[in-house]
């Protein structure tokens, strides 16, 4: 049980963090720092947080855990921020959806403090955003991956563990460089592809036309370009290195497929579309 | 009313097309033509066709429509071999995903008869196939876009026109290149960069786990990579010149991303995301 939360960032997951350890019964108080002074009244008049506190040093005062909610790109100012009202014992952690940036930034800002940090990453999300799109069941059978650090303190990451526990998704450690790798294949690409497709068709001019001629399956796919811009900006810019090698590679891929249409060549293009399928139809099975 | 429909490739589109007609009590007699000896007898139990035929000629034999829902890569030789078959006035159409090429084929191996052919293609499907995928409301509310020839025949026209009206579809008029350029972009290009997304992933040989991380984002974004390999090896060879042209493009503005991302132009970001976000909540109205 967590006496006192503190959740930076009152927003989708935020948010629903709040809500679903609220119906667990896993949280005394759950208090709200939040800038934007709509949508710090609405997670009060929501009932997501039970106070909220315009000053960082008092939101944070006596809480138990507190956790990061805020985009990528206001991390590490929050860090340097909340760094001198921290206390031993206070366990922070994180919803980041990139970890080497994240992790980079608390080692510079929060000094010995860092002990306490436990960097996590909950895969769940929707393409609305802000507390009016929380909800208590977001995480439920969801994934949280956590990266520890080697001088992470077992008694926080047993406290971040529970928490998510609590609220019931299933917690997978992983590294750093491994989680932000694999993130760049199945989420950062892919943002980056639906968004790019749209927008050149927005730009050959043809785009209202042309979704009047589209079909289920492209409204499928391009689901996710229709997330926050901004969250994404940060995403793509907190994890370069990874999806920079990732993005070049896929032109490379995407190349050679060219090249086999060009060139009337079936058989290598069935053998792509034949691997995919497989792949995917084995990971889901129908 | 059609007396007597004759469809040639007894799957997803031609099974379906069957059923909602026969629900519709548009049509007399069904006649399927299908090589596959399996999907024939499952044609037949199933009810989709009244009688299933070998022999070509004897399958169009009286025919009032016949309906091509033969794989793309098909159709040029069965054009070829059912044109001694065929009558005056014997409506031929195609549900072929591609309009230009099923058009070519139709104009090398129709001969006089090319007046009464209209082509066709339902914007409806599922990443399933075959008769047993069938099922009678797959065109409901479903978009049929009809590419009619300077010298196809009024009668024609309205003949296939009143088919797909009668099984719930909204029928648009369009022309050739002005389809096979739409559905490059809405179509064909999404499911080769679901396909090799999912393909590259699999090359780097951590496939399963990066899926394990996946988010519900990424299911509906790779769902169209669980499609039919061969018909979407057939598309693309089709629709080469389009779709190579937009590849193309798509590539560049790729490189343009990846180029923002690596000088860390997050404004250039956001403004791309942005403008697609708009672009596909305008059409897609949540």
Same sequence: chains 1, 2.
Avoid at 2 to 17: A, F, M
Avoid at 83 to 100: E, F, I, R
Avoid at 164 to 180: K, L, P, Y
Avoid at 252 to 265: F, M, S
């Amino acid at each position: 049980m967590i006496r006192r939360l503190c959740i930076l960032g009152v927003g989708l997951i935020g948010g629903s963090l709040a809500l679903a350890l609220k119906q667990a019964k896993g949280v005394g108080e759950v208090v709200g720092y939040e800038r934007d002074p709509i949508a710090r009244d609405k997670a009060l008049s929501l009932g997501i947080i039970d106070r909220a506190e315009l000053d960082l040093a008092e939101a944070l005062r006596g809480a138990d855990v507190v956790v990061l909610a805020v985009p990528l790109g206001a991390m590490e100012e929050l860090l340097q921020a909340m760094a001198p009202s921290l206390k031993p014992g206070m366990v922070v952690t994180d919803v980041g959806s990139v970890k080497g940036s994240v992790v980079a930034s608390a080692r510079a800002k929060l000094g010995e403090y860092i002990v306490d940090f436990v960097p996590g990453h909950p895969i769940a999300g929707t393409e609305r955003n802000g507390p009016e799109a929380a909800f208590a069941d977001l995480f439920c059978l969801h994934k949280v991956l956590l990266t520890p650090l080697p001088e992470s303190r077992a008694v926080a990451v047993r406290m971040v563990r529970m928490m998510w526990h609590q609220v019931g998704a299933e917690v997978i450690e992983t590294s750093i460089s491994h989680h932000d790798r694999m993130l760049a294949g199945t989420s950062h690409l892919p943002h980056i592809l639906a968004y790019t497709l749209i927008d050149m068709l927005a730009k050959l001019g043809e785009t209202q036309e042309a979704l009047q001629f589209a079909a289920g399956g492209f409204r499928d796919f391009s689901r996710i370009a229709s997330s926050d811009p901004s969250v994404w900006r940060d995403i793509c810019l907190a994890n370069k290195e990874p999806l920079l090698a990732l993005l070049e590679r896929f032109r490379t891929e995407l190349h050679g497929i060219g090249e086999a249409i060009h060139r009337g060549d079936g058989a290598k293009l069935a053998e792509i579309f034949a691997r995919a399928k497989a792949v995917r139809d084995t990971h889901y099975k129908r």
